[in-house]
């Protein structure tokens, strides 16, 4: 089991990215995929997760309406689309998951971040 974040950047306050996590080992429906950040000097944030029983999706309340997490069945992704970006969400972006349908914690596998840097 793999996961890789990929797709960060930099980008301009007010702007959007696109993250995906590619998966190896397991097709991307198949497990509960989350996606957590974590900055210099800082605790590691839960951002969002989308559970594979039932594609429910799920939102720390601080991220909700600027976040949006969803699975690319076609490129076996599970990809994180944010917009709005603020300077307090630079941050390596981490894809992630617990080995089971539902979104739950903790995460058995994680894969290499990848960065996002949001400019003031």
């Known amino acids: 089991v793999q996961l890789q974040a990929s797709g960060g950047g930099l980008v301009q306050t007010g702007g959007s990215l696109r993250l995906s996590c590619t998966v190896s080992?397991?097709?991307?429906?198949?497990?509960?995929i989350g996606w957590f950040r974590q900055a210099p000097g800082k605790e590691r944030e839960g951002i969002a997760c989308?559970?594979?029983?039932?594609?429910?999706?799920y939102y720390a309340q601080s991220r909700k309406g600027r976040f949006t997490i969803f699975r690319d069945n076609a490129k076996n992704t599970v990809d994180l689309l944010m917009m709005n970006l603020k300077p307090e969400d630079t941050a390596a972006y981490h894809c992630?998951?617990?080995?089971?349908?539902?979104?739950?914690?903790?995460?058995?596998?994680w894969g290499k971040g990848t960065l996002v840097t949001v400019s003031s």
């Open positions: 992630g998951t617990p080995q089971n349908s539902s979104c739950q914690l903790p995460l058995r596998y």
């Open positions: 080992g397991f097709s991307s429906n198949y497990y509960a």
């Open positions: 989308i559970s594979s029983r039932d594609d429910i999706s």
